[in-house]
């Protein structure tokens, strides 16, 4: 039986003699005083009573022994939401109490980490500094005692971020974002190099299957990361229009159903200042043509999963697979492709190949203009998120680089233009440019 109980017209938890648990009653004065609407409040309250009672339920089934069980329980709350009866382990068994069989999407996830993170950053023991009486303990055996300084600690930090704090990565601690996955931080390995540009045609076309030629493609075409074109699902490829949505799927229902609870661990997503993808030619057609012709002759398309690629034999989605095994895989068709250094090569080396080419190589719109983009729009071309003032302004203008990619795309098939050809038109506007800077250097001496 509860200790309190959740009364949402009264927003307030209760015991069984009406006593009021304090700790959730200042809560809820707190955002009433840093002005939260009251449906915001009226939500974060039910948040936050429904992760205290799984927490007390917790207590129930496995009490924790140490300050790292407590942490790793309040985590585990994650896999209740997401997975309900099909969690493993304590989640699973609180869910099948309270039969949990519908699971929380990804995208309420956001703002009940947001309300539970809140609430804990409040913190126990700091509600309890604002007050003369004693704050009833949900938590039973969480509040024992400490020392004054562990105590100041939970003073300026809360009780709960003190315990999941120790000896825990940044990531991990409640005073930022009690979910936030480690899967979401910006990878410390050095970028690979560029695929030679001239080799990338025979790469796809020594590729051994359809899945694997669609797939370097893809990322030749779109300049994407490995992880987003591992994560494409089918519902983001427009057919008709040829366009590609690169989109988050740790916000997306459609992208968890058909996944095991280990694969959707796998999931990753760093980023990316727009879903829209602005391909590049020839790449862009021999992605639709391998991708058609892999879905009609190798992709299993009886699975419960959505997700284009996937592995050959399981079914299972390509991102399950090992990240050595398909630098392995990538390395053996460059092999083919006459590429004479693969070392340092990997599929992401076809992302900052379309850099390159989209930065420097660009046909331009016009035939006075110089080859390559703008650093902004390539930015964006790119999906970084982390881009300035100017740059988030270029974001929004989308048609544009539709419509600046589909002339040059258009260009590359009429002419026949080689990247030779495109380096020597960028030289010779350089050229230009020069030449007029020195006509205007002369005209200058001679007034």
Known sequence: ??????????????????????????????????????????????????????????????????????????????????????????????????????????????SIDAAVSYYIRLGELKQESFRQDKVIGLFQGASAQVSEEVRSNMQNNSMLS???????????RASHNIWRDKRLT?????????????????????????????????????GCRTHEALQLLLDDIDMDKHRIYLRNPLLCQKALQGLAQHQEKKLFWKGRATEETFLIEPFKSLFFYNMRQYIQNERNNLVLHQYLFQKRVTGEPYFCSDRSSRVKLFKKAAQRAEVSEVEGISPHSLRHMYGTYVLNYL???????????????VRVLMGHSNISSTQVYAKHDEQLLHAQVMLANEKMFQKNLKLDDIRRQYLESELKKLEALTLNAATELVQ
């Open 162 to 172: 003190s315990v999941i704090g120790a000896n825990s990565a940044p990531w991990e």
């Open 186 to 222: 910006q990878s410390k390995r050095l970028a690979p190099k560029a695929f030679p540009m001239e080799k990338a045609l025979q790469l796809i076309e020594k590729a051994p299957s359809y899945r694997d030629k669609s797939f370097y493609a893809l990322l030749a075409a779109a």
């Open 363 to 377: 046909p331009p719109r016009s035939d006075g203009g110089s080859p390559g983009l703008p650093l902004p729009l």
């Open 1 to 110: 039986m509860a200790r309190f109980v959740f009364y949402p017209k009264l927003l307030a938890l209760l015991d069984a003699d009406g006593v009021e648990y304090q700790p959730f009653k200042i809560f809820v004065q707190s955002m009433r005083q840093r002005g939260y609407s009251e449906n915001t409040i009226q939500a974060y309250a039910a948040h936050v009573s429904r992760f205290l009672r799984y927490i007390e339920q917790a207590f129930v089934v496995s009490e924790p022994q140490h300050a790292d069980d407590l942490r790793e329980l309040i985590l585990s709350y994650k896999d209740y939401l997401l997975h309900g009866i099909e969690a493993q382990g304590v989640p699973g068994k609180i869910a099948t109490l309270n039969n949990k069989k519908q699971k929380t999407t990804p995208s309420s996830l956001l």
